[in-house]
């Protein structure tokens, strides 16, 4: 495909991401961009650059394109995850916050969005909070395991 059409952003994209499973990053990365650069409107390109770089350890950078990702898509669960998630890495729990209520708001049983509400308000240390959410969220999914877990070293 790129053979003939060298500027495919699709076919750019998903050989990037297969250098980037196969362990050739820096190289899908490459690819990527340059997707995204043909569609800059693209919110899972955006959010498959952003999570590149965050595996990259450039968890700031990937920050513009998971936000970029929202912005376009503000209902897009993964891109608001991966959002949230580099936002509390990045110690800005404030955002993190903003962004897994948000998720919440739109989705009450995104239980994704609820235990990482629980880990930034247990990392921002507001302990009762967290705790309190992640009982909460029990109730929704009494047997996951993610929210038995965090429960557990909360």
Same mark, same amino acid.
């Given at each position: 495909?790129?053979?003939?059409?060298?500027?495919?952003?699709?076919?750019?994209?998903?050989?990037?991401?297969?250098?980037?499973?196969? $362990? #050739?990053? /820096?190289?899908?990365?490459?690819? =990527?961009?340059?997707?995204?650069?043909?569609?800059?409107?693209?919110?899972?390109?955006?959010?498959?650059?952003?999570?590149?770089?965050? +595996?990259?350890?450039?968890?700031?950078?990937? !920050?513009?394109?998971?936000?970029?990702?929202?912005?376009?898509?503000? /209902?897009?669960?993964?891109?608001? +995850?991966?959002?949230?998630?580099?936002? %509390?890495?990045?110690?800005?729990?404030?955002?993190?916050?903003? =962004?897994?209520? *948000?998720?919440? $708001?739109?989705?009450?049983?995104? !239980? #994704?969005?609820?235990? *990482?509400?629980?880990?930034?308000?247990?990392?921002?240390?507001?302990?009762?909070?967290?705790?309190?959410?992640?009982?909460?969220?029990?109730? =929704?999914?009494? %047997? +996951?395991?993610?929210?038995?877990?965090?429960? $557990? !070293?909360?």
């Amino acid at each position: 495909m790129l053979g003939q059409q060298p500027n495919h952003a699709a076919a750019l994209h998903f050989l990037g991401l297969l250098l980037h499973q196969t $362990g #050739r990053s /820096e190289e899908g990365l490459d690819l =990527i961009e340059q997707s995204v650069t043909l569609q800059p409107r693209n919110a899972d390109f955006l959010n498959n650059m952003g999570t590149v770089m965050r +595996d990259l350890g450039r968890a700031a950078a990937a !920050v513009d394109f998971f936000r970029g990702a929202v912005d376009i898509r503000p /209902e897009q669960l993964a891109a608001r +995850d991966n959002l949230g998630s580099s936002l %509390k890495q990045l110690g800005q729990f404030e955002g993190a916050e903003e =962004i897994y209520r *948000g998720t919440i $708001g739109r989705n009450p049983f995104h !239980v #994704r969005a609820r235990i *990482g509400l629980a880990e930034t308000l247990q990392e921002a240390g507001r302990l009762d909070e967290a705790i309190a959410l992640f009982r909460e969220s029990l109730s =929704i999914r009494p %047997k +996951d395991a993610e929210l038995l877990y965090g429960l $557990g !070293v909360a």
